[in-house]
């Protein structure tokens, strides 16, 4: 007997699209206000675990081709870049840099490396918590 889920798919689609725009919400507001790339992450691996809940692991792994042990590399990558550059230029680890640019469309926008550390961060987190649930998952 074949189920219909119409109802699951269509407000896992909603749900996980709110889910997904607040965590680049928080991701974003991270260096200013409380958020960052930590529960940016785990909001955003909420998400895709919630739409791997609803459809079948097949559809998901070909709609989202990822594969989360680079994703967990090139954050760790990303973020430990940012602390050794800084120290490249004589500060001190993990020192922060910005400042101000005109940017088209944008017009006047700090740019931080803030950002690219809570990057690295938000890439960890989401590699190590969907890998670790998906082995957990597909362990039989």
């Known amino acids: 007997m074949r189920v219909n889920n119409v109802m699951l798919y269509t407000i896992t689609r909603v749900v996980a699209f709110i889910i997904l725009s607040f965590s680049i919400y928080l991701f ?13 992450g785990l909001m955003t691996a909420a ?3 919630l739409l791997y809940l609803s459809f079948d692991l097949k559809t998901i ?3 989202i081709p990822f594969n989360y042990t680079w994703m967990i590399a090139i954050g760790l990558l990303l973020s430990l870049g940012t602390g050794v ?3 490249l230029l004589g500060y001190p680890f993990l020192t922060q840099f910005f400042d101000y640019f005109d940017l088209p469309f944008l017009g006047e926008t700090e740019l931080a490396t803030a950002v690219l550390f809570d990057m690295g ?3 960890t987190v989401v590699g190590i918590t969907l890998l670790s649930i998906l082995t957990i998952g597909e362990d039989r």
Not at 32 to 39: D, K, L, M, T
Request: aromatic letters at 12%; proline letters at 4%; a positive charge.
């Open 85 to 87: 550059t800084s120290m």
């Open 47 to 49: 998400a895709l675990l």
């Open 121 to 123: 961060i938000y890439l």
């Open 28 to 40: 974003f507001a991270g260096h200013h206000n409380p958020g960052g790339g930590f529960i940016g």
């Open 61 to 63: 792994k070909q709609i």
